[in-house]
């Protein structure tokens, strides 16, 4: 089952974004590293059409490193577009993005001309990390739970430089499934919308594709044919077993297995590892799309017949791809 989320303050955020893009010179979109595609978010990326992009893939510390070189080309092969990783809490590279936002806005600087940054990401990406940073002091403290609202900040960088802050904001429907589970072992996503082993399956999955060796060294495991034959769903109960989160009887606890999984990628324990490259996401991405233009064509055909059925009966293939699937989906 894909992972549905709900967007908490998403249209407060939005509100504000989109009034404080009109007069913003350079966006710095916080990305991790991890997982550049799927923290990207969508409606930042059309609220923002237009204004020069420094893409941050932050993080950086917790990624693998040719992945990360990788994604970086990528994103500087982009029109308008500089991209750089760092690691948030370093003083010296997250002063490298002053220098960015000037590469990308040569004609901002000065008193009468002050650089106007707009910082966005997803919650959880680092973006309060990176303004402390470049601040000196504890200068943006978010409250990313549903309900919190924070209104954007200006933070004053240098007399002519300024940041304005933003709530981390998911977007309201995912249309790549991976991104949705890859964002949920990041930790960007509420622990309300998922189910941990769920996403510690799909977490392996991806593990054993690209980083084997890593899986076999921390948990333990045997040799990389005696693996070959397991399904997803046996390797996670040989790592709960190897972690003894057993239950009576010898039965292992997967949803303990699943959450020391889950924990030890996002704390880097399990080593240096991003969990897509460009090429896989860009596959991931025109499929997602694809399967979304035919949900949204099936569902403008029931809408056609609808309209020209005045009883209005649902027809059988109206129960395939049920209306729900199409909504904005809000489920927590
Ligand atoms: P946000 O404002 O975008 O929501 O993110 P915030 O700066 O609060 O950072 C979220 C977590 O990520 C923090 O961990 C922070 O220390 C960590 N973090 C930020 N930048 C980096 C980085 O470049 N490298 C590493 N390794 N970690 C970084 P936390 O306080 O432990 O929170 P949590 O992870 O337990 O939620």
Redesign the pocket.
């Known amino acids: 089952m894909a992972i549905q989320w709900f967007p908490g303050h998403m249209h407060v955020t939005k509100k504000a974004v989109l009034e404080r893009a009109k007069d913003t010179d350079v966006v710095i979109e916080?990305l991790d590293a991890r997982l550049p595609g799927s923290s990207a978010n969508p409606m930042l990326a059309e609220i923002t059409q237009g204004i020069p992009t420094l893409k941050v893939l932050?993080?950086?510390?917790?990624a693998d490193p040719e992945s990360t070189a990788a994604w970086l080309a990528y994103y500087n092969a982009q029109p308008a577009t500089q991209a750089i990783a760092?690691?948030?809490?370093e003083l010296a590279p997250a002063q490298r993005l002053v220098a960015g936002c000037h590469i990308l806005a040569p004609n901002r600087g000065g008193m009468a001309k002050p650089m106007r940054v707009l910082v966005c990401?997803?919650?959880?990406?680092?973006?309060?990390?990176?303004i402390?940073t470049l601040k000196g002091k504890r200068a943006?403290k978010?409250g990313?739970e549903a309900g919190i609202t924070r209104i954007e900040q200006r933070i004053t960088i240098a007399d002519d430089f300024y940041l304005y802050d933003t709530p981390?904001m998911l977007w309201p429907r995912i249309v790549v499934p991976e991104s949705g589970y890859i964002l949920a072992a990041s930790?960007a996503i509420g622990r309300n919308a998922y189910d941990e082993e769920e996403v510690a399956l799909e977490l392996l999955a991806n593990l054993r594709r690209h980083y084997l060796p890593l899986l076999q060294a921390r948990y333990r495991l045997g040799s990389a044919e005696s693996l070959a034959d397991l399904d997803d769903a046996t390797l996670l109960e040989e790592i709960g077993r190897k972690r003894g989160t057993l239950l009576g009887g010898g039965r292992v606890n997967l949803q303990k297995a699943a959450e020391i999984v889950i924990y030890e990628f996002?704390q880097?324990t399990l080593g240096r590892i991003t969990l897509e490259t460009p090429e896989e996401f860009t596959g991931w991405l025109a499929a997602g799309q694809a399967a979304d233009a035919k949900r949204q064509a099936k569902k403008d055909a029931r809408k056609k017949r609808g309209r020209g059925n005045a009883d209005n009966v649902p027809t059988d293939t109206d129960a395939v791809d049920g209306p729900a699937a199409d909504e904005e989906n809000n489920a927590s």
Not at 86 to 89: I, R, V
């Open positions: 916080l932050n993080k950086q510390d917790l760092l690691d948030a809490s990401g997803i919650p959880n990406v680092g973006k309060s990390t990176l402390n943006a978010t990313d981390g930790g996002r880097g």
